[in-house]
């Protein structure tokens, strides 16, 4: 997204920024600081996970939009368009356009070996019970639990062989 405004993380850091990496992975401990308090903007995503809450409710945040025609050509690009709903977090006070990364969608190469995406298709299905155990309540117009007989169902582009023989394996198709 950030390259469609003409400029990337480098510029930033060119700039003057830095780029803080610290984010700690699990949101629930008690007591957890979400981010280091030296931010001054914040690009992330997973917005169902309880860091954004954390955040939002440690700092005063200002979400911005992403203008249209930049939401028009990510579209064209092949992503969906969506928005963050007022009132989803304290400091959204108004609906903010943005990009959609709803659901649990995994690109790969079309030359990716068939046996390597049939074991990655199983390990998300071996592991969607500890997946799941992360989002508290449900997400909707976010990203829902894990449905392995969703994940394969109405996509934009073709299943890989490898991910298909899983689905058709296990009963999912």
Excluded at 59 to 71: H, T
Excluded at 85 to 102: Q, W
Excluded at 117 to 140: C, G, L, V
């Amino acid at each position: 997204m950030l390259e469609q405004y003409g400029f990337g993380f480098d510029d930033i850091e060119r700039w003057g920024g830095k780029l803080l990496r610290d984010r700690p992975r699990n949101q629930k401990l008690p007591g957890i600081q979400p981010v280091s308090a030296e931010f001054d903007a914040i690009f992330d995503e997973a917005i169902m996970t309880n860091r954004w809450k954390s955040l939002t409710e440690r700092y005063d945040l200002e979400f911005l939009s992403i203008e249209e025609e930049i939401i028009d050509c990510l579209v064209e690009d092949g992503w969906s368009r969506g928005v963050l709903p007022k009132g989803r977090f304290r400091g959204v006070d108004r609906d903010v356009p943005g990009i959609d990364f709803s659901g649990w969608f995994l690109f790969c190469r079309e030359d990716m070996d068939e046996e390597l995406a049939y074991y990655t298709i199983q390990a998300i299905d071996d592991q969607q019970k500890q997946i799941n155990e992360w989002f508290d309540a449900p997400t909707s117009g976010m990203t829902e639990h894990v449905d392995m007989r969703e994940l394969a169902r109405n996509l934009p582009i073709p299943l890989h062989p490898g991910a298909q023989a899983y689905y058709r394996d296990k009963g999912y198709l």
